[in-house]
């Protein structure tokens, strides 16, 4: 039977993009043993947050967008440089001195129409995220500083939304996810009271270091959305891309932490 009589796509919040997808450009992934038409209708019905569109964040939101999220919600800040240009896939050259955030929406819909992306161009901030993160179902933490990942981290513990994380320096970089429920642990209580020795424009980068996480963090995002494979759980990956392994640590959850220790 062709995938097009055996998937339909129905809305059950009026929250939801009301997006009816092409079977035909998303079967392929339909082909996976075990992803299911419902599963392609769980990403359908999901509007995913993404803190940043460098380039983490950008090859996250590209791949969440090829995949068949719903809707995106975009925030970032400033305008593109010529020193963006070894690592943002969603930026052009002919854009450089203007605002990221607007060329990220027109490249994603260039790349699929049907996804609604919002842009916010600005820095994360409780009173901007508070509505925005309220009508998503998932958040992707990549922005290039950990005042604004402490916030957006505040914010999906508070509202009980969970949220991949993802940073990078050089040739290496990690992962881990809070998933609401499952008593793993928050960015505070990996790394508390103190912000990594990080500084925003500071941090070296060759541009498949980030793509490779960026793809990590959708393909995380995508399996908890749907529920297909087995996302990461109380473990951190940790991905050396100079020496070509990954490793995976026990991370705990803090049950002081100021943030998470309650919910």
Not at 22 to 30: A, N, P, W
Not at 36 to 50: E, F, M, R, W
Not at 71 to 84: A, P, Q, V, Y
Request: proline residues 7%.
């Amino acid at each position: 039977m062709p995938i097009s009589e055996r998937i339909t796509v129905t809305w059950s919040s009026e929250k939801k993009p009301a997006c009816q997808p092409d079977l035909e450009r998303y079967k392929r992934q339909l082909m996976l043993r075990g992803f299911t038409p419902g599963h392609q209708q769980k990403l359908c019905n999901s509007t995913a947050l993404v803190g940043g569109v460098g380039g983490l964040g950008g090859t996250a939101a590209v791949y969440l967008a090829v995949a068949g999220i719903g809707k995106l919600i975009i925030f970032h800040s400033g305008n593109l440089t010529l020193s963006n240009m070894n690592r943002q896939i969603l930026m052009k050259n002919d854009r450089i001195g203007q605002p990221r955030a607007p060329q990220a929406k027109e490249t994603i819909n260039a790349i699929n129409p049907d996804v609604i992306v919002e842009t916010h161009d600005a820095r994360i901030n409780k009173e901007n995220l508070a509505p925005a993160l309220a009508s998503s179902d998932i958040a992707l933490s990549a922005r290039p500083n950990f005042s604004e990942r402490r916030v957006l981290n505040e914010g999906c513990v508070r509202l009980g939304k969970p949220m991949v994380e993802a940073a990078m320096d050089g040739m290496q970089g990690y992962l881990f996810n809070y998933i609401p429920g499952k008593k793993t642990p928050c960015l505070e209580c990996v790394f508390p009271e103190t912000d990594p020795q990080w500084e925003e424009l500071g941090f070296s980068v060759i541009g498949p270091v980030p793509g490779v996480l960026g793809a990590m963090m959708a393909m995380e995002a995508i399996k908890i959305i749907t529920g297909f494979g087995r996302p990461l759980e109380s473990h951190m990956l940790i991905y050396d891309a100079l020496n070509t392994e990954t490793k995976r640590f026990h991370i705990r959850r803090n049950g002081k932490c100021p943030v998470c220790g309650r919910s």
